[in-house]
C-alpha cells in the first residue's frame, strides 16, 4: 500500500472518531496529522517534524491581524455598538413590511462586518431585535430565522479575519484583494435574506416601524457616524496602502476602545480584563486549530494527496461546471460539521489547485469557499450561528428548521451565482486595480 493511501486512510478514519468520542476539533486534527506523520516518516524524525510545523503554521506576522480582529470584536459586542447599529438600519427598512426583521438583516451585515463574526452578529443583533419583533407579533420562529439566516454575511463582508487567514494558507493572496472581492456577494446574500423576509412578512401582514421625525432620524444618524467610520478607517487604509491588515487590525482595537470607553462610554477600565480574557481564550483556539492543520496540510503535500485528488477529478469529468458543482456540494456538506477556520486550513491546499486548474483566480475561489462554508454556520448538525440564533430566539432548532427553508434556498441561488460568475467577486478588485 502506497505512502499516499496510507496516510488518507489515517486522516478519513482517525479524525472523524475523535470527534465522534467527544475529543476537541483542533486536538483531533493533531492527533490524527501525527499518526499520519508516524506512517510516513521514521519515528525519531515525525515527532520532531510534527512540532515544527505546528510552530511554522503559526509563526506568520499577518495572523496578528487574527487576535486584533478578534479583539475588536469582544470589545464592540460589549460596547453598545450594536444597538447604535440597529437603530441606524431602522432608517432604510421602516417602511418595508417586516421592517423589524429588515432591520436585523441591515444590522446584521453592518455589526458582522465590522466584528467579523457571524455568532456575535446572531447574539448582538438579535438580542436586540428578537425581543422587539416578539411584542411587534412576529412570529418568534421567523424572526429567529431570519436573524439566523442573516448573522453570516459579515463573514464576507470586510473586515473578515476568515478571509486573511486564507490569504495566508492560499500562498499569499492579497488580502486587499479579498476584503473587496467580498463586498458583492455579502450584499447579494443580504438581499437575498432581505427579499425572503419581505413576501413572508407580507403574506403574514408583519407591520412597518412607526415613522421617526427628522430630528430623530438625524440623531440616530449622527450616533451611528463614529460606529461606521470604523470600516472606512480600517478598509480605506488597508486598500489605499496606509497600513497593512496586520497594522489595520490594531488600528481597529484602538478606534473600538476609544469609541467604546470615551465617546459612547459603554465600558469601563474594570470591563478590560474580561475583554481581554474573552479574547485570549477565543484566539488561542483559533491558533491551536491553525497549528495542528498546518501538520495535516503539510503531510498530504509530503504525499501529494492534494494532486491525486486532483487527477481523480479530473478523471470524472472535464467539465468545468460539474467539476465546480462537485467542489461546492463537497464544501457545503463540510461545512455543517466542520468550522470555518479547520475547514479553510485543510481544504483550501487540496481544492485550490482544482480551481486554478479550471482558470478560476484564487480570490474568486476564495470568496467562493467562504460563502459555502459560512452556510454550513446556518446549518445542522453543528452551525454555531444556528444554535446561538436559536437561543437568542428563545426557541428551538426543530422548530425553526421550516422557517430556515426558504432563506436557504435563496442564499444557495446566491451562492450559484457567485461560483459562475466571476465578477460578482472580482470586479470591484478589478476597478480599484487590485488584480
Not at 479524525?15 to 525519531?44: E, F, K, N
Not at 429588515?102 to 436586540?128: C, K, P, R, Y
Not at 453543528?382 to 428563545?394: E, H, P, T, W
Not at 432548532?397 to 451562492?415: G, H, Q, R, S, T
Amino acid at each position: 500500500m502506497s505512502s499516499a493511501v496510507t496516510t488518507g486512510i489515517i486522516l478519513l478514519i482517525a479524525c472523524p472518531i475523535l470527534l465522534l468520542v467527544g475529543i476537541p476539533i483542533a486536538i483531533s486534527i493533531a492527533v490524527a496529522s501525527v499518526l499520519a506523520v508516524l506512517a510516513s516518516l521514521p519515528i525519531d524524525s515525525s515527532l520532531i517534524t510534527s512540532v515544527q510545523r505546528i510552530f511554522t503554521g503559526m509563526d506568520s506576522f499577518s495572523l496578528l491581524a487574527v487576535p486584533f480582529f478578534i479583539l475588536s470584536g469582544v470589545i464592540m459586542n460589549n460596547g453598545g455598538i450594536a444597538l447604535k447599529l440597529v437603530n441606524f438600519a431602522k432608517l432604510f427598512s421602516g417602511k418595508i413590511p417586516g421592517a423589524l426583521a429588515q432591520t436585523n438583516v441591515l444590522g446584521n451585515m453592518l455589526f458582522g462586518s465590522i466584528s467579523g463574526s457571524s455568532v456575535a452578529a446572531a447574539a448582538a443583533i438579535g438580542g436586540v431585535l428578537n425581543p422587539l419583533e416578539e411584542k411587534e407579533g412576529y412570529d418568534k420562529n421567523f424572526s429567529a430565522a431570519v436573524n439566523i439566516a442573516s448573522a453570516p454575511i459579515g463573514l464576507l463582508i470586510p473586515p473578515s479575519g476568515i478571509l486573511i487567514i486564507y490569504a495566508l494558507v492560499s500562498g499569499g493572496t492579497s488580502v486587499s484583494a479579498l476584503f473587496m472581492a467580498g463586498y458583492l456577494p455579502g450584499i447579494l446574500w443580504g438581499l437575498a435574506v432581505m427579499i425572503t423576509a419581505y413576501f413572508i412578512a407580507k403574506k403574514n401582514n408583519y407591520s412597518v416601524a412607526p415613522k421617526m421625525t427628522f430630528n430623530e432620524k438625524f440623531k440616530v444618524f449622527l450616533e451611528a457616524i463614529p460606529s461606521l467610520l470604523l470600516i472606512v478607517v480600517v478598509i480605506g487604509g488597508i486598500t489605499a496602502g496606509i497600513f497593512t491588515a496586520t497594522e489595520g487590525a490594531a488600528v481597529a482595537v484602538a478606534y473600538c476602545f476609544i469609541l467604546s470607553f470615551f465617546f459612547y462610554k459603554s465600558i469601563s477600565l474594570k470591563d478590560m480584563p474580561g475583554i481581554l480574557l474573552e479574547s485570549g481564550k477565543m484566539t488561542a483556539v483559533i491558533m491551536l486549530l491553525i497549528g495542528a492543520s498546518s501538520v495535516m496540510s503539510w503531510i498530504m503535500a509530503y504525499n501529494n494527496i492534494p494532486n491525486l485528488i486532483t487527477d481523480l477529478l479530473l478523471g470524472i469529468s472535464s467539465s468545468k461546471i460539474l467539476i465546480f458543482l462537485i467542489m461546492n456540494i463537497m464544501l457545503l456538506i463540510i461545512g455543517t460539521f466542520m468550522d470555518l477556520t479547520p475547514a479553510v486550513l485543510i481544504f483550501t491546499p487540496i481544492l485550490l489547485p482544482i480551481a486554478k486548474n479550471f482558470g478560476m483566480d484564487p480570490i474568486h475561489f476564495g470568496i467562493m469557499l467562504i460563502t459555502n462554508l459560512a452556510i454550513g454556520n446556518i446549518t445542522p448538525p453543528v452551525g454555531s450561528a444556528l444554535f446561538i440564533g436559536c437561543k437568542v430566539g428563545k426557541t428551538r432548532i426543530e422548530d425553526v428548521m421550516k422557517y430556515l427553508m426558504p432563506f436557504y434556498i435563496a442564499i444557495i441561488v446566491v451562492l450559484g451565482f457567485v461560483t459562475f460568475v466571476p465578477d460578482i467577486s472580482l470586479i470591484i478588485p478589478k476597478l480599484l486595480g487590485l488584480v
